[in-house]
């Protein structure tokens, strides 16, 4: 009897687990969903003021929701560092902005495109995608 309910178990998990990433379609929104994962592709760079400079048209960065419901993580492509625990408001019925947004720094986001200019630390992020 163990044994089945362990079987049983895993089967729901693995059924749970198919249907959460089958989910997460082009259209999903990143407004209205609890849980957002998407990739969004196009120019990415990445500058730390000193030696490093990295910037490519075909980069990538693969946004996530995280459990508060307003922050999101950002893990680019080519070995540009993430950006963590970005705090966001909800601007009109789909877009989502940074809080604390200037002109020489922001972040937009909704279901088709990602605009960064994100700059910290002498540090800077840019990125030009969509999905």
Known sequence: MKKAIKILGVM????????????????????NNEFFAGTYKGSVSYKDGGSTNISTDNGSVFVTK????????????????????????????????????????????DNNVLKILYVKDGKTWTANCTR
């Open 12 to 31: 729901m998990l693995l059924v749970f687990t198919a249907m959460s990433f089958s989910s997460c379609s082009k259209d999903d929104d990143p407004v």
């Open 66 to 109: 995280i459990a508060s419901g307003t922050k999101y993580n950002f893990a680019f492509s080519n070995s540009i560092p993430d950006l963590n625990g970005i705090e966001f408001n909800q601007e009109g019925d789909h877009t989502l902005v940074m809080i604390g947004s200037t002109a020489t720094s922001y972040i937009r986001i």
